[in-house]
């Protein structure tokens, strides 16, 4: 059930965000933050690829500290601060997840 409903999440909180940030451009943000889930990419370099009980913040190369300070870093200029957005909530969502698999 978890991993449905994160899936699920990582869809409808880039909608509801794209409906409320962006309203006269809502599914230009909404097709943008949904790109920048691609940064999931990075688990094709884990060995396994999927591992259930595996947290991704802090363990995949773009779910890296270092990398989400350049994601705030994204949302400074106007020109890159919907995908800087997108990408802080994909690893707000992913840890979320982490915390959600810790209380299990």
């Given at each position: 059930m978890r991993p449905l409903l994160h899936i699920l999440l990582h869809v409808l909180v880039p909608a509801v965000v794209a409906r409320?940030?962006?309203r006269e451009r809502a599914m230009r943000a909404f097709l943008v933050?949904?790109?920048t889930m691609l940064v999931d990419l990075d688990h094709l370099l884990a060995d396994p690829i999927y591992a259930p009980g595996?947290?991704?913040i802090g363990f995949h190369p773009l779910h890296s500290t270092?990398?989400?300070g350049a994601y705030v870093l994204l949302t400074v200029p106007a020109r890159t601060r919907l995908v800087?957005?997108?990408l802080l909530i994909h690893?707000?969502?992913d840890g979320i997840d982490c915390v959600w698999m810790?209380?299990?």
């Open positions: 409320a940030a962006y933050l949904m790109a595996r947290c991704s270092g990398a989400i800087g957005l997108g690893m707000v969502l810790a209380l299990e």
